[in-house]
């Protein structure tokens, strides 16, 4: 079994800033890439960021310029630093990882999720 813990939300005023961690525990061999995605009222779940192993980044073009992911690969945590923050940020955030299981589970390979966590930006 695989736990991917997240903490770091809250409200904060637009212009703020606030850090997302995600971190893996469990069974696991090691982990491909990781990423962040967010889900609004009414709105689809949509990518934020992902990075690889190697350190290779994606971002939304909404968040480019204005967050940043990284991750501490022994570890196993995902961060996500997210500054001049606005309204439309609003949404629940889920961390993501795709983990490669342990040898006696001959190294499957499966996607995980978060449980969400909240973030409210707002005057």
């Known amino acids: 079994q695989v736990q991917l813990a997240e903490s770091g939300g809250g409200l904060v005023q637009p212009g703020g800033s606030l850090r997302l961690s995600c971190a893996a525990s469990?069974?696991?061999?090691?982990?491909?890439?990781m990423g962040w995605y967010r889900q609004a009222p009414g709105k689809q779940r949509e990518l934020v960021a992902s990075i690889t192993t190697g350190g290779s980044t994606n971002y939304a073009d909404s968040v480019k310029g204005r967050f940043t992911i990284s991750r501490h690969n022994t570890k196993n945590t995902v961060y996500l630093q997210m500054n001049s923050l606005k309204p439309e940020d609003t949404a629940v955030y889920y961390c993501n990882a795709v983990i490669v299981g342990p040898p006696n589970s001959y190294y499957r390979i499966d996607d995980y999720w978060g449980q969400g966590t909240q973030v409210t930006v707002s005057s």
């Open positions: 469990g069974s696991i061999f090691s982990i491909n890439a």
